[in-house]
């Protein structure tokens, strides 16, 4: 499979076949998400700038502007296999553990899952989808609008966030008064369904498929692609404040879906061309007919 690598400015860089990229080393648990300061690599150069930016111009105007912009799915229309494909020429600029193109990764994380889970077919197609978000970086999105962890806006920014200490001092919200105390604009458990998250894949593919009308997914993967991404919260244990009961009710499957989602980069290339019927009955199971992006 050839492909093309997009940089974070946007730039498209050819690359050769898949078998020639470069294939990150089998890593224990403890050598994933390992963000450093010292910039000795080009991958954390390249992480720590995503970052950056992302941490300066992720505001609440600035997610409430998107989500117009995103939210009115007049972009182009596309099925899901489509939009998978589409991301073959698409590398995480925000992701210290690979580099490789989005669609190994899509493919790496559900066959995980359908090893460990081969009953919940369901589970599998979301460990699929879960990135189909960034689609956006490949439509005029800057990447650090798409990529990387996502966080609550509104409220303080919390010490769970990666750079915290190093990356946001440019972002405007840290002069509002009001966004600048734990809660912020929120309440005690008032449910994330109320909170504004930085924008990203995430909250983007999340509504894509509540606008899709013949989307049969559950709960439970809707609120695992709504949420992978918040690293702070499933991860870190931090903004539990925020949480309701419904919340706390899918956590499990949030913590379940995150040992497939970043234990499955390695460099074991699946056989794409080889699985896609399968997961294209699923798609048609779940997902089918056009979607609008």
Not at 211 to 230: Q, T
Not at 254 to 262: R, S, T
Not at 277 to 292: H, R
Request: net charge negative; hydrophobic share 35%.
């Amino acid at each position: 499979m050839v492909v093309e690598k997009i940089d974070v400015h946007g730039n498209r860089i050819p690359l050769l076949d898949l078998s020639e990229l470069y294939r990150p080393e089998h890593k224990k648990e403890s050598e994933f998400r390992r963000y450093t300061l010292d910039e000795e690599t080009s991958i954390q150069k390249r992480v720590r700038e995503t970052y950056r930016l992302m941490h300066a111009n992720q505001t609440v105007d600035f997610v409430k502007q998107r989500m117009e912009h995103w939210c009115k799915f007049d972009k182009f229309e596309m099925d899901v296999m489509q939009a998978l494909e589409t991301l073959n020429v698409l590398v995480d600029e925000s992701d210290p553990d690979v580099d490789l193109p989005n669609i190994v990764h899509a493919f790496q994380t559900a066959e995980r899952i359908r090893e460990k889970h081969p009953n919940l077919d369901w589970f599998q197609l979301t460990g699929l989808i879960h990135d189909l978000g960034k689609i956006m970086a490949l439509h005029g999105e800057p990447q650090w609008a798409v990529v990387g962890d996502t966080f609550p806006v509104g409220c303080e920014f919390r010490d769970s966030i990666v750079y915290r200490h190093s990356t946001f001092s440019d972002n405007p919200d840290l002069k509002n008064p009001e966004y600048n105390t734990k809660l912020g604009i929120y309440s005690e458990n008032c449910g994330l369904k109320n909170v504004f998250m930085s924008w990203g894949h995430d909250e983007y593919l999340y509504r894509v498929l509540l606008n899709h009308k013949d989307c049969k997914l559950p709960e439970e993967a809707l609120f695992v692609i709504r949420f992978h991404s918040f690293y702070p919260l499933h991860t870190g244990n931090d903004y539990q404040y925020l949480c309701d009961e419904d919340d706390i009710a899918m956590f499990p499957w949030l913590k379940e879906f995150n040992k497939f989602d970043l234990y499955s980069k390695s460099e074991d290339i699946p056989d794409i061309k080889q699985l896609m019927p399968y997961y294209q009955s699923l798609i048609n199971k779940y997902i089918p007919g056009k979607v609008k992006w």
